[in-house]
């Protein structure tokens, strides 16, 4: 039986208020939730949207069952949280997404493992343990990238390799217990695919999103991709079948490769909102942080239509080398808007805002957003 909606009033609680909680929770107070926020960080950036923030390690499964209780929902903005706080979680409040789901993708050679098992396209890759079996991995694979199974983000622990011993050496200065040894692929083009589910197992997907990263982070993102009708259909029908299959309530991103000879691959997968729809606030009638809220509260789905192109840049704190940026220069530009997380500490490589652009065609927006990214620099 579907439960009740539930309706606005009612609190949401979170496990996470980084970026991505903070985004969220903008949108549930938008629409008239109250909203609660576990993060191990005193001053994460959802600590001023939230009415109540917990601040305690993710393996504190008391902590996590605190923030559940008077919540009529608990989602996430982070897949790497232990199985003991997630079912803590869920026993008091209805977790979306559900444990079993997250804990399927938070491990990578798991996730990858089941992603092989159900069907779905991958490039090749070994599980390993060991080093022994990480060199012997490269020998086969070729070049290839070493990746811990867990906690890896934004290209970190990942290791680019072309020789056995280069692999051995890689998976020893990783100190992961488990990693994934992938082939390097031929990489044409990145493109993402954002599906909404909700517990009835009613389902909307977002067209694609192109992404471009650089040294394994994400730089930039553009709707409308330009990804032919063919690849935009199998895409959409992939992402779709990952995230029934998985039994995915709220939302799944699915990163994808497009490869130079055309063959669609399954990259990995977030079971929560996504650096490469980050432009669905400007792109669609409903952006990924609203239709989160709708999904986990049992909400009609929102339109996922592209009504206007649009993209975002991200703004690393390498950019805050000598204090803030000035954004003066950017905002002049037509269309571009400035998203800063409220991050006390820039550092190298932290993700501290976006640029956003909209524009009549997505070349256009992409240019908005990388000329006003470029007043950034210099
Ligand atoms: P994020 O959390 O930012 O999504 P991540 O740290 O989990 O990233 P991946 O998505 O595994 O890392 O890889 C980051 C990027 O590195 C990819 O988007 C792609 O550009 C490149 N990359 C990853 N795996 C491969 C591969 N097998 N062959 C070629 N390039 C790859
Ligand atoms: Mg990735």
Redesign the pocket.
Known sequence: MTPAPVPPGATLGFLGGGQLGRMTAMAARTMGYDVRVLDPERDCPARPVASHVITAPWADAGAAAELARGCAAVTLEIEQIPRASLEAVGAIAPLHPGVESVVIVQERARQKEWLLANGFPL?PFRTVRDAASAGTAVAELGRS?V?SAMG?????G?IRVRTATEGVTAFESLRAPVCVV????D?AT?ISVLVARRADGAMVAYPTSRNF?TD???TWAVTPSGVDATRETQATTLAQGIAERLGIVGLLAT?MFVLRDGTLLV??LAPRPH?TYHHSERAHPTSQFEQLVRAITGLPLGATAVVRPAAIHNLLGDLWAEGAPDFTRALAIPGVRVHLYGKHEARPGRKMGHLSADGATPEEALDRVCAAYRTLTV
């Open positions: 490039g990238i990746k890896g983000y934004d290209g970190r990942q992938e082939a390097f692929l990489i990145e990263h394994g982070v994400l990163e990259n990995e650096n």
